[in-house]
C-alpha cells in the first residue's frame, strides 16, 4: 500500500500541472472553517464513485496551502456536516500534513445520499468534472428505484378490465398452474 503522504503529494502535483481538481478529487480553502457549499460535495461523491476532498489547499493560488490551516477544527466540522447527509457519511478520514487533510469519501449503496435538510430532490448532487451539479427529480427516482427489485408488476391498474388480456395466453397459464400446483389453483374456475 503506497505512502497517505507520498499519494497526497502525488495528488498535489497533478492538481497543480492541471490547474483544476477533478471529478474524483476536490479542493477546499477551508482554513478555519468549511465551506457551505460542503454538504453538495459529500452528497456528489457519495452519489458517483466516491473521491477524495482536500482541505487547506487554495486552487486559485496554484494548489497552495491557505494561512491558518486548522486541520483539528476542520476535521471535527467535517464529521459533523457528514452527519447532515442521509444516509449518513462516513468518511475514511486522517490527518495528513498540517497543510493538507484529505479524506475519502466511498459510493454509498442507499443512493442517493442527499442533504437531510433539503431533502431527496433539492439536496441530492452528484460529481461531475471538477464540480457538484444537483440532480433531477427524474435522476432522484431511478437511483431510488434502483435499491430494490421493481414491483411494477403486481400494481394494480385500474383502467384495465379482463378483456385486455390475451385469452389464449391466459388459458395456457392458468392450465399451467393447475397442472405444477393443483392444491393451489386445481379448484379454481
Given at each position: 500500500m503506497q505512502d497517505p503522504n507520498k499519494l497526497l503529494a502525488k495528488i498535489v502535483r497533478r492538481l497543480r500541472t492541471i490547474g483544476t481538481d477533478t471529478q474524483l478529487v476536490e479542493v477546499k480553502e477551508a482554513a478555519w472553517k468549511l465551506p457551505e457549499s460542503i454538504g453538495e460535495t459529500l452528497s456528489a461523491f457519495m452519489n458517483h464513485t466516491g473521491g477524495i476532498l482536500i482541505l487547506g489547499l487554495?486552487?486559485?493560488?496554484g494548489f497552495t496551502p491557505?494561512?491558518?490551516f486548522n486541520a483539528r477544527r476542520l476535521h471535527n466540522a467535517l464529521l459533523s456536516a457528514c452527519d447532515t447527509i442521509t444516509p449518513p457519511c462516513r468518511p475514511d478520514s486522517r490527518s495528513r500534513a498540517p497543510k493538507s487533510w484529505p479524506p475519502s469519501f466511498l459510493r454509498s449503496n442507499?443512493?442517493?445520499a442527499y442533504i437531510t435538510d433539503r431533502g431527496p430532490v433539492a439536496g441530492s448532487f452528484i460529481r461531475t468534472g471538477d464540480g457538484d451539479k444537483r440532480l433531477t427529480h427524474?435522476?432522484?427516482?431511478?437511483m431510488c428505484e434502483s435499491r430494490m427489485q421493481p414491483?411494477?408488476?403486481?400494481e394494480h391498474v385500474s383502467e384495465a378490465s379482463v378483456t385486455d388480456l390475451d385469452a389464449a395466453v391466459l388459458k395456457t397459464m392458468v392450465e399451467r398452474n393447475r397442472a405444477m400446483t393443483p392444491s393451489v389453483f386445481g379448484g379454481m374456475a
Open positions: 487554495s486552487e486559485r493560488r491557505v494561512e491558518g442507499l443512493r442517493p427524474y435522476e432522484v427516482d431511478r414491483v411494477w408488476d403486481t
